[in-house]
């Protein structure tokens, strides 16, 4: 007569973990992010070389500037002075604070900062490497601002006032609060693109670059700074004792 076998846990396999390619998953966010910064460049030269494109973006930007005038020209300059290089600094300070007390962490208040200053670091350096120049603001019947000294292709304040709303957005939490958040960021970048072309120093062309390139940017650094952050060597998975 056999004699019944007291119950044993279940043998667990052990796997070796999966491999990410040579690369690494480190590696191939920053090859995104590299792909990403040469297709926008490749796409400010052909911008160049396409005289037509130039035409139609032009026409664009006196049909915004006739609307441009009361409250919207308040708007428009508004914007021009906060998202400027002047209030830059000041704006990603305040994304790394709203981070480090949103997340309760000196980390992500870095993380933050960084989000913003990258980005629109990457677009400053895109536009010495383009060279487009801007649209012609002194053929325009109502100018409200001197004509920029710096290139036009991609568009800097858009480029900020999308990282800035990206960083702010990865510091809320997941729910309702960031579903709002992501419908005022958009805004925001919409109104931000917007007064560009209104105001005459960019061509639509140029914000539609940054509106894209810049939360591209943003959401692969993230990537990027949470592994680098994240613990190399985290905890192993406890073995559960088999009842008696």
Same mark, same amino acid.
């Given at each position: 007569m056999d004699?019944?076998?007291?119950?044993?846990?279940?043998?667990?396999?052990?796997?070796?973990?999966?491999?990410?390619?040579p690369l690494g998953a480190r590696g191939k966010v920053v090859l995104s992010m590299l792909g990403a910064v040469v297709l926008t460049?490749? !796409?400010?030269?052909? @911008? $160049?070389?396409? %005289?037509?494109?130039?035409? &139609?973006?032009?026409?664009?930007? /006196?049909?915004?500037?006739?609307?441009?005038?009361?409250?919207?020209?308040?708007?428009?300059?508004?914007?021009?002075?906060?998202?400027?290089?002047?209030?830059?600094?000041?704006?990603?300070?305040?994304?790394?604070?709203?981070?480090?007390?949103?997340?309760?962490?000196?980390?992500?208040?870095?993380?933050?900062?960084?989000?913003v200053a990258v980005p629109w670091g990457i677009v400053e350096g895109l536009k010495?490497?383009?060279?487009?120049?801007?649209?012609?603001?002194?053929? !325009?019947?109502?100018? @409200? $601002?001197?004509? %920029?000294?710096?290139?036009? &292709?991609?568009?800097?304040?858009? /480029?900020f006032a999308a990282a800035f709303c990206v960083a702010i957005l990865l510091s809320l939490p997941a729910g309702w609060v960031r579903r709002v958040g992501i419908v005022l960021a958009v805004?925001?970048?919409?109104?931000?693109?917007?007064s560009r072309v209104a105001l005459g120093v960019h061509h639509p062309t140029d914000v539609l670059a940054s509106m894209l390139l810049a939360p591209v940017l943003g959401l692969l650094l993230a990537r990027l700074l949470d592994a680098t952050g994240s613990s190399p060597h985290p905890d192993p998975p406890r073995t559960p004792t088999p009842a008696p």
């Open positions: 004699t019944p076998r007291p119950d044993t846990p279940a043998r667990r396999v052990m796997r070796p973990p999966a491999r990410s390619g460049a490749v !796409l400010g030269r052909v @911008l $160049l070389a396409v %005289p037509a494109v130039g035409e &139609f973006d032009l026409r664009l930007v /006196a049909a915004a500037h006739r609307g441009l005038d009361g409250p919207a020209a308040s708007w428009a300059l508004g914007i021009d002075a906060a998202f400027g290089p002047l209030a830059a600094a000041v704006l990603a300070a305040l994304a790394a604070l709203v981070g480090a007390l949103l997340r309760r962490s000196v980390w992500a208040g870095v993380r933050s900062g960084t989000l010495l490497l383009v060279r487009r120049p801007r649209p012609e603001i002194e053929s !325009l019947p109502n100018q @409200l $601002l001197l004509p %920029p000294g710096s290139f036009s &292709f991609p568009s800097g304040h858009t /480029a805004l925001v970048t919409a109104m931000t693109a917007w």
